[in-house]
């Protein structure tokens, strides 16, 4: 059996839904308001039984998780789904969207590779009344989007520049000052995610918000100089971009290992464990014990919670895929009995045309600490497959 189709991870409380028979309701036509609101009366009616979900690769295995997650849980609700991956292709994605459409997908929900190239697509979902839910990425510069789910970014990013520090001995894990903080300076090196993913802003923000007065005043410094978000992007998350650019870093900045390396910003797990490998091909230790930089990350895969738990990475970020997906369905529900979704958050999410309205979920700091109770006891993955690295 697939990892990803493994049913322990993916449960959740059956809701029962009754599915909108043609013609019967209609969609709402708001952007705002919460979950029982008044269908409009001036919108076109059309009955949602049939979901396109566009998801942008299947070479994460947080992408597989979500894509089945979403699946799952809309076809337990009584829909018929339409689950495409387009392996960080743009075209593709276009072109899978337009089938979509065409093949009668009254409902979409686009996790997009670049969240600025759907215009003509969304414009056409609109123009078949067709509502569109932006997951975890935000599609920009179109104001046909009608609601976003994702986890609370900036708070992500947050997260990431705490455990940095956390890890470098600065702060306890809550973020306050250490008692034994080291006076520094102390040497890193900032990763950011792929320019084209509204998300990688937010988190690198966040990061910033809280590394920023340590740069300030000196007790970390920034060797290299690279400290513009532009600058540190990587290109569709890539792993081995990040590998090259860690790689160049230590040669051009680092004597090719010979200087000290505290620690690096690594937005997610993949470009982490590219950051590591250069690490440690330079010499600067198998674990952390023996000298490895803090390195940070997000989204737990499986085989960075191995290297967390056998103490190479330091620490990730737990988004539940579980909760998300649920989240989705629950709009999609609410779309289809012609309501608003809830929002939790109406102000920060500008696409450049419209704010659109979402609804943020929480996150959690994974450490060596916690794998168990967070990550194991959840049933997110068990504890052989944390020994072992590989989803069974």
Do not use: H
Request: aromatic share 8%; net charge negative; glycine share 10%.
């Amino acid at each position: 059996m697939n990892w990803f189709t493994k049913q322990s991870r993916f449960k959740k409380p059956l809701i029962a839904v009754t599915l909108v028979t043609a013609g019967a309701l209609a969609l709402s036509g708001c952007a705002g308001g919460g979950a029982g609101a008044g269908a409009d009366e001036s919108s076109a009616a059309v009955a949602i039984t049939k979901v396109g979900v566009a998801m942008p690769t299947q070479t994460s295995e947080r992408w597989i998780a979500d894509g089945d997650a979403v699946k799952s849980q809309l076809e337990e609700a009584g829909f018929t789904v339409d689950l495409q991956f387009a392996n960080d292709d743009i075209p593709t994605q276009t072109q899978q969207i337009d089938s979509m459409i065409t093949s009668g997908a009254q409902l979409l929900i686009i996790a997009s590779i670049d969240g600025t190239a759907l215009t003509s697509q969304l414009q056409a979902a609109a123009d078949a009344g067709i509502k569109v839910i932006a997951y975890d990425r935000l599609i920009r510069n179109s104001e046909n989007v009608d609601f976003y789910v994702s986890f609370d970014n900036f708070k992500v990013g947050v997260a990431q520049g705490t455990s940095l520090l956390n890890g470098l001995g600065l702060v306890d894990a809550t973020g306050a000052k250490a008692a034994d903080a080291p006076s520094g300076p102390l040497n890193i090196e900032l990763f950011a995610g792929s320019a084209d993913d509204n998300n990688a802003t937010f988190f690198f923000d966040g990061a910033m918000s809280v590394l920023q007065p340590y740069i300030d005043d000196g007790t970390l410094v920034v060797k290299s100089g690279q400290t513009k978000f532009d600058v540190v992007a990587t290109l569709r998350w890539q792993q081995e971009i990040a590998q090259k650019r860690m790689e160049d870093l230590i040669t051009s900045t680092y004597g090719g290992g010979s200087t000290p390396l505290a620690g690096v910003l690594a937005p997610y797990d993949g470009i982490s464990r590219g950051i590591i490998t250069a690490l440690q091909s330079a010499g600067y230790g198998d674990t952390i014990a023996d000298g490895l930089p803090i390195v940070t990350g997000q989204d737990a895969e499986i085989a960075s919670v191995k290297l967390i738990n056998d103490g190479v990475q330091f620490s990730t970020i737990f988004k539940d895929t579980r909760t998300l997906a649920s989240q989705a369905v629950t709009a999609t529900k609410d779309f289809a009995a012609g309501n608003t979704p809830e929002a939790n958050n109406t102000t920060d999410y500008d696409n450049g045309v419209k704010v659109v309205p979402s609804f943020l979920l929480p996150v959690v700091t994974i450490t060596k600490d916690n794998i168990q109770s967070e990550l194991v006891d959840s049933g997110y993955w068990t504890a052989a497959e944390v020994a072992a690295g590989v989803a069974s």
